[in-house]
Nanobody
Framework: QVQLVESGGGLVQAGGSLRLSCVAS????????MGWYRQAPGNLREWVASITSRGSSNYADSVKGRFTISRDNAKNTVYLQMNSLKPEDTAAYYCNLRQGLADYWGQGTQVTVSS
């Protein structure tokens, strides 16, 4: 069983930065694809970024150039550095782990960007 625990959310002014962290339990982190998703009230959950076990990353167009996903396999941790935040980035952010048929989610951390 894998547990994912996110942290780092909060309230920030537009143009500011936050770094989210997600720590995973279990032994499959290093071979798993890790991702960040977000969900704003009234909206569907949307993909933000993902990173493979080898460090190859991809981003949604809405965050490309502003957000950076990274991972530290020694610490079982994935990060999301968010810069130049906009009010439309306000959402609950969720960490996701996928390996084969395994698909796990964290409980989410709230990010609120004020204008």
């Amino acid at each position: 069983q894998v547990q994912l625990v996110e942290s780092g959310g909060g309230l920030v002014q537009a143009g500011g930065s936050l770094r989210l962290s997600c720590v995973a339990s279990g032994s499959i982190f290093s071979i798993a694809v890790m991702g960040w998703y977000r969900q704003a009230p009234g909206n569907l959950r949307e993909w933000v970024a993902s990173i493979t076990s080898r460090g190859s990353s991809n981003y949604a167009d809405s965050v490309k150039g502003r957000f950076t996903i990274s991972r530290d396999n020694a610490k079982n941790t994935v990060y999301l550095q968010m810069n130049s935040l906009k009010p439309e980035d306000t959402a609950a952010y969720y960490c996701n782990l996928r390996q084969g048929l395994a698909d796990y989610w964290g409980q989410g951390t709230q990010v609120t960007v004020s204008s």
